[in-house]
């Protein structure tokens, strides 16, 4: 059942003025849009939430003061309305997020990808309201939370310091194809050289970007953007064959944790 008309509020939060225009004036022509809130900032943002109960709210990232995740922090992601991240800085975009978003718009945006993610919103907020969902915030606090990790400096891992005997070498983490446990240590396979980092596989998997990494077997990790394409094996297993021809298992355990990340099956 869609939303009927005129039954969803909105909270639009955007320091700038042009940019809250923008957006509401696209969600006024929407029937199923009843009200559009706007705050100018992440304290009146804070406020307004608690008080009126948005059912969406287009959140900005970078503001002056309390910024988007500073709204989270104050309010727990818990109590937040389902939230589309909304900014100007491609250092928080994510491909998976370009892909298939549920919550990210990246300035500037089309009328086109507005109407993807509004649509995405509204069949979420309809199972929601239905009862269908078993966390009403399921999309939006697991991707709040991934993202705003990003924000801590040293948090993810964009390098990784590789060792030797006689020098120091500084990878970066998105030149790596992926990565295999050996024992103490792991092995980064990037672009055809191979680097031994000493740390165990788990442990190098929480410093890396979760939306461009994923687990695909308790002993390899892999980057996304160095797939190529995924090939259906017997028993709910995939084999997982990157852009350089190596061709890694996709275990069963670890497929639902691959969905989870693209946001969609296999």
Do not use: C
């Amino acid at each position: 059942m869609k939303p009927q008309p005129g039954s969803i509020t909105v909270l639009v939060v955007d320091d700038e003025a042009p940019a809250r225009k923008r957006l509401a004036d696209l969600l006024t022509s929407d029937r199923e849009v009843g009200r559009v809130l706007e705050a100018q900032n992440g304290l009146a943002a804070t406020a307004m939430i608690q008080e009126e109960r948005p059912d969406i709210v287009f959140l900005d990232i970078q503001m002056p003061g309390v910024d988007g995740f500073g709204v989270i922090d104050a309010l727990g992601a818990e109590n937040m309305p389902l939230t589309v991240f909304v900014t100007a800085y491609d250092k928080f975009a994510l491909q998976a997020f370009e892909t298939e978003a549920l919550d990210y718009l990246l300035k500037p945006f089309t009328d086109e990808r507005y109407a993807r993610t509004m649509a995405r919103v509204k069949k979420r907020l309809d199972e929601v309201r239905n009862g269908d969902a078993s966390d009403p915030n399921a999309f939006g606090p697991e991707l709040i939370k991934l993202a705003a990790k990003r924000t801590e400096p040293g948090a993810i891992w964009n390098w990784m310091v590789v060792r030797t005997r006689n020098a120091t070498q500084l990878v970066m983490t998105e030149n790596i194809d992926w990565i295999e446990a050996a024992g103490m240590y792991v092995t980064l396979h990037v672009e055809g050289r191979e680097h031994l980092y000493r740390a165990g596989l788990g442990a190098v998997a929480d410093r890396l970007d979760p939306f461009n990494f994923v687990r695909i077997h308790r002993s390899s990790i892999v980057n996304l953007k160095s797939v190529a394409h995924l090939e259906r094996r017997s028993h709910g297993e995939f084999e997982v064959v990157l852009k350089n021809g190596k061709r890694l298992l996709l275990s069963r355990s670890y497929r639902t944790e691959v969905e989870t990340r693209l946001g969609q099956s296999l």
